[in-house]
């Protein structure tokens, strides 16, 4: 929903829709042109009235979720190499706060398992192709959410206790590395990722619906980063622990139900 001019008509028909009454009436103004409405009007409609943290710039920083995992290198030799990795994500991150329209988790609150399949080769001198594909099973959670009254805004003015199963994910990656050592490299790729729809239960049937309508998604993102790794290095028995730390910068270019964000990362793994 935009307030801006030009798009006043748009907003009126999406909120008209719902069944929360002061987003109706709402709705019915602007479509009726009997509010002069403005961004104060609009931050006092949605602080006042649906309950919600003033509106405003938004940042954060936290932990995400810590992911946790076995290796098998079932293919090594002098050009080229394949692994298959096991593991679960446990809930650490922070989830996003209901109460913050703008707010972006850095979890997604309940427990993963996942497999993966990463193969690579030398390419010329010190340039590798790196490849990965992943699938993600998401357990079944508990959470507060608004209680949405318009499956189009997902807007409400009141929380409620739901339980949640994320859709399943997966995960290709495509990268471009440039190995400085046998414990450091840079890259540079691309990235996609789909997840299923999601499915949420609660007394609040009809809110159930709107929240797992076109609760799918889909994204394409470039990256570029660096990878500090001990997996080398433990091979060698040169180092405890084979773990990796990385380092990246992601863009999102293209997707359905995904922010347009840049983001920075840093992402600890041990494999055991």
Do not use: C
Request: proline share 3%; no cysteine.
């Amino acid at each position: 929903i935009q307030n801006k001019e030009g798009n006043l008509a748009q907003a009126a028909h999406v909120i008209q829709g719902s069944d929360d009454t002061n987003l109706n009436n709402l709705g019915t103004n602007l479509a009726n042109n009997n509010l002069g409405v403005n961004g104060a009007i609009f931050q006092s409609f949605m602080t006042d009235v649906m309950n919600y943290e003033p509106l405003g710039n938004w940042s954060g920083s936290s932990y995400g979720d810590l992911d946790l995992g076995f290796m098998w290198n079932f293919v090594k030799n002098d050009t080229s190499g394949a692994a298959i990795a096991f593991g679960l994500v446990a809930p650490t991150g922070k989830k996003d706060n209901p109460n913050i329209l703008q707010d972006m988790a850095f979890g997604d609150g309940q427990w993963d398992i996942y497999t993966e399949m990463s193969a690579g080769g030398y390419i010329s001198g010190s340039l590798i192709s790196d490849n990965l594909f992943r699938y993600t099973y998401q357990f079944a959670d508990s959470t507060i959410l608004r209680i949405p009254t318009s499956a189009d805004t997902k807007l409400g003015s009141e929380n409620g206790k739901f339980r949640f199963k994320l859709g399943d994910k997966v995960e290709l990656q495509n990268n471009v590395v440039w190995l400085r050592s046998n414990w450091h490299n840079f890259y540079a790729g691309s990235e996609f990722k789909y997840q299923f729809d999601n499915k949420y239960s609660s007394p609040y049937t009809q809110a159930n619906q709107y929240l797992a309508q076109d609760s799918g998604m889909w994204s394409e993102s470039l990256k570029i980063g660096t990878v500090f790794s001990s997996i080398k290095l433990f091979q060698n028995k040169q180092f405890l622990l084979p773990g990796t730390v990385e380092i990246f910068l992601q863009q999102v270019v293209a997707g359905d139900n995904t922010p347009k964000v840049t983001r920075a990362e840093i992402e600890f793994r041990m494999y055991f």
